[in-house]
T-cell receptor, first 116, second 115 residues
């Protein structure tokens, strides 16, 4: 069974600073990994996904993530934070090999706060 | 085009009452998922529908929960005899096709409060 751990339930950065949100996964098969963002009172929106094509994945809004198999990690980064990045971020792994194609297992989420 | 829609956006009910939550997926999407988002449990998978195949109900927390998908499109999640621990945001998502790497498109959710 797959699982995801997000280190840090809250991350606070200054506007213009580097954003780093950590995600580690556990999977018995090659994983498919996702980062979703959730703004207040909204559903989840895909930021980016890893599907084994390339280890460095670029997403929307200037975010990117690097898949590191040796570290079982898929950390999300953005070089320069913007006030509009304040939201909750979820890392997820797909149920590869199961019967629910694409069923997602989510981490606990990380709330990103951006200070002016 | 239109995204995934859910109704109602908010629902307040009394303990013991039944509730129905509706999800309209993106037109043409074959797969549909229900998730629950609560403070204590985070985001949890509930049920998965794919075309005419039997649904995967492995995430439903109790037999008070049921769901159906009519005509391969609209889905309804029903909670019978609601309990306070059922209070949560219920999210629906759909994907264009079946696949482990398919992007799931989420609706805005239904906020359920059981008093």
């Amino acid at each position: 069974a797959q699982s995801v751990t997000q280190l840090g339930s809250h991350v606070s950065v200054s506007e213009g600073a580097l954003v780093l949100l950590r995600c580690n996964y556990s999977s018995s098969v090659p994983p498919y990994l996702f980062w979703y963002v959730q703004y207040p009172n909204q559903g989840l929106q895909l930021l980016l996904k890893y599907t084994s094509a390339a280890t460095l994945v670029k997403g929307i809004n200037g975010f990117e993530a690097e898949f590191k198999k040796s570290e079982t990690s898929f950390h999300l980064t953005k070089p320069s934070a913007h006030m509009s990045d304040a939201a909750e971020y979820f890392c997820a792994v797909s149920d590869a090999g199961g019967t629910s194609y694409g069923k997602l297992t989510f981490g606990q989420g990380t709330i990103l706060t951006v200070h002016p | 085009g239109a995204g995934v829609s859910q109704s109602p956006s908010n629902k307040v009910t009394e303990k013991g009452k039944d509730v129905e939550l509706r999800c309209d997926p993106i037109s043409g999407h074959t797969a549909l998922y229900w998730y629950r988002q609560s403070l204590g449990q985070g985001l949890e998978f509930l049920i998965y529908f794919q075309g005419n195949s039997a649904p995967d109900k492995s995430g439903l927390p109790s037999d008070r929960f049921s769901a159906e998908r009519t005509g391969g499109s609209v889905s309804t999640l029903t909670i019978q005899r609601t309990q306070q621990e059922d209070s949560a945001v219920y999210l629906c998502a759909s994907t264009q096709d079946r696949g482990f790497s398919e992007t799931q498109y989420f609706g805005p959710g239904t906020r359920l409060l059981v008093l």
